[in-house]
């Protein structure tokens, strides 16, 4: 089987392109390199290039032509920078998106998995979400993934394509095996701030200590990448009998922050100093999955503790540069 990966050389993209490879399953990828890295797609089949440029797609299936799906993993991601600019947001992800799912139909391509994002629910006062949860993004990348899930159902509705969407909670971790992991020295999510804390020697600061959770921080459902990466394999096996278009992927407990610093500082040798600091633009208290639909209709459960997550980051931050020339 061979699949198209758009943003395979980013974090979660190439992630999910090693746990194909590891499956017998063959990836193309396709990144234009804006947040990818050249170096997660080497020894891989890889076109440089925008996800809306339509000669491009032609030429990858020409070239391609037994690619059966999509898993399209192309997106801006940050929060802040998504209020910063809406504009360059719904350009990236709504706009092109748009036009790489014509593409996509007119090279006869049936099959996408969409990347999309849990910051579209609007979390139960218990903080947790099913498929069937009320929508409420409250940023604007969080609204640029529900917009897009909206506009593929019309699509699917009406065209001969179907669109699978697997809702992220909050990934951690890296590939076990170390080949690829976050691309970026300086992430702007809680555990990239605490691995930048311990390598700098500074505080880590904890932003929002006043939402409805039981210690005041956000609540997250930390997810192991490689447990994400997994879910995507199982969604390429099961796709054709799937009866939903919508899926959780999350370990279906809730982290908040400050937990996380405290899993953090059993894990490091020497600990974090933790101090608290207002919230950030964009951020929200969070929620985790009560659902267990990944495992009715695609057998998969995540694996990976949040523990091993910490670990597996830690490990490829200290590797990170040597990889990454």
Same mark, same amino acid.
């Given at each position: 089987? =061979?699949?198209?990966?758009?943003?395979?050389?980013?974090?979660?993209?190439?992630?999910?392109?090693?746990?194909?490879?590891?499956?017998?399953?063959?990836?193309?990828?396709?990144?234009?390199?804006?947040?990818?890295? =050249?170096?997660?797609?080497?020894?891989?089949?890889?076109?440089?290039?925008?996800?809306?440029?339509?000669?491009?797609?032609?030429?990858?299936?020409?070239?391609?032509?037994?690619?059966?799906?999509?898993?399209?993993?192309?997106?801006?991601?940050?929060?802040?920078?998504?209020?910063?600019?809406?504009?360059?947001?719904?350009?990236?992800?709504?706009?092109?998106?748009?036009?790489?799912?014509?593409?996509?139909?007119?090279?006869?391509?049936?099959?996408?998995?969409?990347?999309?994002?849990?910051?579209?629910?609007?979390?139960?006062?218990?903080?947790?979400?099913?498929?069937?949860?009320?929508?409420?993004?409250?940023?604007?990348?969080?609204?640029?993934?529900?917009?897009?899930?909206?506009?593929?159902?019309?699509?699917?509705?009406?065209?001969?394509?179907?669109?699978?969407?697997? =809702?992220?909670?909050?990934?951690?971790?890296?590939?076990?095996?170390?080949?690829?992991?976050?691309?970026?020295?300086?992430?702007?999510?809680?555990?990239?701030?605490?691995?930048?804390?311990?390598?700098?020697?500074?505080?880590?600061?904890?932003?929002?200590?006043?939402?409805?959770?039981?210690?005041?921080?956000?609540?997250?459902?930390?997810?192991?990448?490689?447990?994400?990466?997994?879910?995507?394999?199982?969604?390429?096996?099961?796709?054709?009998?799937?009866?939903?278009?919508?899926?959780?992927?999350?370990?279906?407990?809730?982290?908040?922050?400050?937990?996380?610093?405290?899993?953090?500082?059993?894990?490091?040798?020497?600990?974090?100093?933790?101090?608290?600091?207002?919230?950030?633009?964009?951020?929200?208290?969070?929620?985790?999955?009560?659902?267990?639909?990944?495992?009715?209709?695609?057998?998969? =459960?995540?694996?990976?503790?949040?523990?091993?997550?910490?670990?597996?980051?830690?490990?490829?931050?200290?590797?990170?540069?040597?990889?990454?020339?």
């Amino acid at each position: 089987m =061979r699949v198209l990966i758009t943003g395979g050389a980013g974090y979660i993209g190439s992630t999910v392109a090693s746990a194909c490879l590891d499956a017998g399953i063959d990836p193309v990828i396709l990144d234009s390199l804006v947040t990818g890295r =050249r170096e997660f797609a080497d020894g891989r089949v890889f076109y440089e290039g925008d996800i809306s440029d339509g000669p491009l797609i032609d030429k990858i299936f020409a070239e391609n032509s037994d690619i059966e799906a999509v898993i399209h993993c192309a997106a801006l991601i940050v929060v802040p920078d998504s209020v910063a600019d809406p504009v360059g947001y719904y350009r990236a992800n709504v706009a092109k998106s748009l036009e790489f799912t014509d593409h996509l139909i007119r090279n006869g391509c049936t099959r996408m998995v969409f990347s999309s994002s849990a910051s579209i629910y609007r979390a139960d006062d218990d903080h947790t979400v099913t498929e069937e949860s009320p929508l409420d993004p409250q940023s604007p990348y969080a609204r640029t993934k529900a917009v897009c899930e909206a506009m593929f159902a019309d699509i699917a509705a009406g065209r001969p394509i179907k669109i699978l969407s697997l =809702r992220y909670f909050n990934p951690i971790g890296a590939d076990p095996k170390m080949r690829t992991g976050l691309q970026l020295r300086r992430p702007s999510h809680a555990l990239g701030k605490m691995i930048e804390a311990y390598e700098d020697r500074v505080p880590f600061q904890i932003t929002g200590t006043t939402y409805p959770t039981s210690d005041g921080t956000g609540i997250r459902d930390y997810v192991h990448v490689w447990d994400l990466a997994t879910a995507h394999v199982a969604a390429l096996r099961r796709f054709d009998e799937l009866g939903t278009d919508v899926i959780n992927l999350g370990t279906g407990s809730g982290t908040t922050v400050r937990e996380l610093a405290e899993a953090f500082n059993r894990v490091v040798d020497r600990p974090i100093e933790i101090v608290e600091a207002p919230a950030r633009p964009g951020d929200v208290a969070g929620a985790y999955t009560r659902s267990d639909l990944a495992h009715r209709l695609l057998g998969w =459960r995540a694996g990976y503790s949040i523990e091993e997550g910490i670990r597996h980051s830690l490990e490829w931050a200290s590797v990170r540069d040597s990889r990454l020339s």
